[in-house]
C-alpha cells in the first residue's frame, strides 16, 4: 500500500461549484498533515495545515478523520484560479521531519 | 533573492556523467529537503538535513545518489553515472524549524539525462 493516495482525477467543475478531495495516508503514527497547491509548472506551496479539530481557511475546509487515516479538503464557491494541483501531506512519525508527498489531485474549474 | 534558489534550473548531460545540483535555501532555515518530482507525480522524497546534520536519505534510490550541506545552508544533490531514469525534476525546498509542515520550494532543477 502507498504511503500516502489521492485520486489523480481530474475534477472538472463549473465555476461556483463544492468539491471535495480525500486523501488516505498508511502511517497511523503521523502527527501532522498539510495540503499543498502546485500551479502548472510551478512549485509546490504551503495551502493550509490540518488540524485534529478541522480547520477552515475562507473558502477551503480541511478536516482530518484519524481512526480512518484519511485527511480531506473542501472548496467552496470554484473559482477560475483554484485550477491547480491538490497534495496531500502526511508527516512521518512524530520524531521526524520526514514528509510524503501524495500524487496529487488535479482540479479543472471551467467558466 | 529571498527565496530558495536552485541552480542550475536546466542540465542537460550525457549518460555516465556525473552532475551536482545547488540549492542556496531562506536564510536562517534549519531544514533543507529533497525532492524528486516526475511529470504528473507528486514529489517524491530523497532526503533531507537539519543544519549540517543529514537525517534521512532513506529516499536516495541508489548509492549513486548522494547529498551533503556541510556548513548548514547551502546543499548539493550529487548523481554519480547517470542514467536516463534519473532525467525528472530534482526541487529543493526549507524550512524554519525542524519537524514542522511548511516547507519553502524553489523552482527546481530540471535534469535530462541522453
Known amino acids: 500500500r502507498k504511503e500516502v493516495e489521492q485520486d489523480p482525477g481530474p475534477f472538472n467543475v463549473p465555476e461556483g461549484a463544492t468539491v471535495a478531495f480525500n486523501c488516505t495516508y498508511s502511517n497511523s503514527a503521523s502527527q501532522s498533515f498539510f495540503w499543498y497547491r502546485q500551479d502548472c509548472r510551478k512549485e509546490p506551496k504551503l495551502l493550509m495545515s490540518?488540524?485534529?479539530s478541522g480547520n477552515e481557511d475562507g473558502r477551503f475546509t480541511a478536516q482530518l478523520n484519524r481512526a480512518s487515516q484519511y485527511i480531506s479538503l473542501l472548496i467552496r464557491d470554484s473559482k477560475l484560479s483554484d485550477s491547480a494541483t491538490y497534495l496531500c501531506v502526511p508527516s512521518g512519525s512524530s520524531n521526524t521531519g520526514k514528509l510524503i508527498f501524495g500524487q496529487g489531485t488535479t482540479l479543472q474549474v471551467k467558466p | 533573492g529571498a527565496g530558495v534558489s536552485q541552480s542550475p534550473r536546466y542540465k542537460v548531460t550525457k549518460r555516465g556523467q556525473d552532475v551536482a545540483l545547488r540549492c542556496d535555501p531562506i536564510s536562517g532555515h534549519v531544514s533543507l529537503y529533497w525532492y524528486r518530482q516526475a511529470l504528473g507525480q507528486g514529489p517524491e522524497f530523497l532526503t533531507y538535513?537539519?543544519?549540517?546534520?543529514?537525517?534521512?536519505k532513506s529516499g536516495l534510490p541508489n548509492d549513486r545518489f548522494s547529498a551533503e550541506r556541510p556548513e548548514g545552508s547551502i546543499s548539493t544533490l550529487t548523481i554519480q553515472r547517470t542514467e536516463q531514469r534519473d532525467s525528472a525534476m530534482y526541487r529543493c525546498?526549507?524550512?524554519?524549524?525542524?519537524?514542522?509542515?511548511?516547507?519553502?520550494f524553489g523552482e527546481g532543477s530540471r535534469l535530462t539525462v541522453l
Open positions: 538535513f537539519n543544519y549540517e546534520a543529514q537525517q534521512d
Open positions: 490540518v488540524y485534529s
Open positions: 525546498a526549507s524550512s524554519l524549524k525542524t519537524q514542522t509542515g511548511e516547507l519553502f
